[in-house]
Nanobody
Framework: QVQLVESGGGEVQAGGSLRLSCVASGRTFNRYGLGWFRRAPGKDREFVAAVSWSDGDTYYADSVKGRFTISKDNADNTVYLQMNSLKPEDTSVYYC?????????????????????WGKGTLVTVSS
């Protein structure tokens, strides 16, 4: 059974940092991308960042470029999201997800067919 388990959420003041973790288990993720999405109260879920499990290629939403960094540790089957310079509008439940790579490089095509697997989410609250 595939599981994606997020941790690391919490409350932080604007300008602060948090690091989220997602431990993946239950299958090998070669030729998969693993990523983060978020859903703010009253809003639709949106893509944040993704990383290719095999070669570390990354892809970011414009809203987080330069502030968030996605990385992976294959030995620990863990994907991280380092979030710096947090803003109140970053307040959301953050979800880890996985889907096959549909192109040689991560990009919009990765989002096209939906995710195969989802975690249950971790709440990040940024206070002003």
């Amino acid at each position: 059974q595939v599981q994606l388990v997020e941790s690391g959420g919490g409350e932080v003041q604007a300008g602060g940092s948090l690091r989220l973790s997602c431990v993946a288990s239950g299958r090998t993720f070669n030729r998969y991308g693993l990523g983060w999405f978020r859903r703010a109260p009253g809003k639709d879920r949106e893509f944040v960042a993704a990383v290719s499990w095999s070669d570390g290629d990354t892809y970011y939403a414009d809203s987080v470029k330069g502030r968030f960094t996605i990385s992976k540790d294959n030995a620990d089957n863990t994907v991280y999201l380092q979030m710096n310079s947090l803003k109140p509008e970053d307040t959301s439940v953050y979800y880890c997800a996985a889907a096959p790579l549909y192109a040689p490089r991560l990009g919009p095509a990765w989002l096209k067919y939906g995710m195969d697997y989802w975690g249950k989410g971790t709440l990040v609250t940024v206070s002003s």
